[in-house]
């Protein structure tokens, strides 16, 4: 979408368009359904103008589950979308920030604004940069839409004076998309740019989203990085820069809000035999190297030194970790779990594994269980040695 049919889309005639496309069922918008209401409009709108209301009203029904109850009145085009951060975690960075001395923040690079709303929600005094104009128009259409402050620029992150901000934050675009992955090679504004606010001197009140990939030793000196989770997602890793950073490194769990820090990490802890309850930490925790603290919080210690599992005699309601309740040891070879399982009348099962070399979904195929009963098993290794565990979620 070009930012000339952005502004078309802002247009008391576009908005009376949005909002009666807006009423119809998904399935009306599309198919044999959507052309003919579309061929319809097109005697009394111009086709560009309707095409673009189709594409934006279904874009928006999509968006409501990582925009919330905003989405039906953002402006956004299917890559913005994918870009932008889900509300929950938008929101929690957002208010982490308008805790600390900053009042004023320049966004470079700030898409459609998710992040700039969020942060204009929190108080912040909020100024957005993109270098695309018609993300400008959308972000700038957004805080209008929603009756925020602030105003937003077409430039280049790397021209901006940022002496005029408090506090900078920074979601480079990644080729190839945001997964786990961390290629900084990709980023834009780039790595080297990023990593320049992160250690000047004297030190600025910079956040950086990144991806949940990112490897520790890529943060800088004095800088915290915080995995966030949110409904079990890993979704980023932020960086924090040194004037905002309270520890190293932060696993944060979302929506639920409760973080672990590297100052409650022990650090490593000896595994030992395993004990009533297990505990598999959420992917933050672990993805932080935070698994030592959970076993502190829950008063227990590792299976395996290198494996992201606990085991307590105690339990312990945390949304760190999930817990479960260790219900019998099974032989680990397979024929013989085979028989173990369907003795059991298991029909149902979940498999988790962690540290051995299994690929769930075939095991199950050869498993080919029947039974009634639904069942998790856990296939790991306990003190260096395959374990297959039956267990029950503790919810
Ligand atoms: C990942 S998106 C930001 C998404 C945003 N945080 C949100 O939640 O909606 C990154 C944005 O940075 C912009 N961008 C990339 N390089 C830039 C540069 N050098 N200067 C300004 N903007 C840039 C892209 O156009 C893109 O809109």
Redesign the pocket.
């Known amino acids: 979408m070009d930012a000339a049919t952005v502004r078309s889309l802002t247009t008391p005639a576009a908005r009376r368009l949005l909002a009666e496309l807006a009423g119809l069922p998904p399935s009306e918008l599309v198919g044999a359904p959507g052309l003919a209401r579309a061929s319809r409009l097109r005697r009394s709108h111009d086709a560009r103008l309707v095409a673009a209301a189709t594409t934006l009203v279904a874009l928006r029904q999509r968006a409501t589950a990582k925009l919330g109850a905003d989405a039906p009145h953002l402006l956004l085009d299917r890559?913005?979308l994918e870009?932008?951060?889900r509300f929950t975690v938008?929101s929690h960075r957002a208010a982490r920030l308008a805790h600390s001395d900053a009042a004023t923040v320049v966004?470079?690079?700030?898409?459609?604004?998710?992040?700039?709303v969020a942060m204009a929600r929190a108080g912040l005094r909020v100024t957005g940069?993109?270098?695309?104009p018609a993300?400008v128009a959308m972000?700038r259409a957004n805080l209008a839409a929603l009756a925020l402050p602030g105003q937003v620029l077409v430039?280049?992150?790397?021209d901006v004076d940022l002496s005029a901000y408090d506090a900078v934050?920074v979601?480079?675009?990644?080729r190839g998309g945001?997964g786990r992955s961390f290629d900084p090679a990709a980023w834009?504004?780039?790595w080297t740019?990023v990593q320049s606010l992160l250690t000047a001197e004297p030190a600025r009140h910079v956040v950086v989203?990144t991806a949940p990939g990112l490897p520790h030793a890529m943060v800088p000196p004095r800088v915290e990085a915080e995995w966030v989770s949110d409904g079990g997602d890993l979704v980023e890793a932020a960086l924090w820069g040194p004037p905002l950073a309270t520890a190293r490194r932060r696993a944060t769990v979302l929506p639920d809000g409760t973080t672990l820090t590297d100052v409650d990490d022990p650090g490593p802890l000896p595994a030992g035999p395993l004990l009533e309850h297990l505990y598999e930490p959420d992917d933050a925790v672990t993805r932080a190297g935070l698994v030592t603290a959970v076993a502190t919080l829950v008063g227990g210690r590792l299976v395996d030194e290198h494996l992201a599992y606990v085991t307590s005699d105690r339990l312990v309601a945390t949304p760190l970790a999930r817990a479960y309740r260790v219900v019998e040891v099974l032989p680990y070879r397979e024929r013989a779990l085979r028989a173990a399982l369907r003795a059991r009348d298991v029909g149902t099962l979940t498999i988790k594994k962690r540290g051995v070399d299994v690929v769930p979904e075939q095991l199950r195929r050869r498993l080919g269980l029947s039974g009634s009963v639904v069942a998790t098993l856990v296939l790991t290794r306990v003190e260096g040695r395959g374990t297959a565990l039956l267990v029950e979620p503790l919810d």
């Open positions: 890559t913005g870009q932008a951060t938008a966004d470079l690079g700030c898409g459609i604004g998710a992040d700039m940069v993109d270098r695309d993300r972000a430039a280049d992150a790397l934050f979601d480079p675009a990644r945001a834009s504004p780039p740019f989203k």
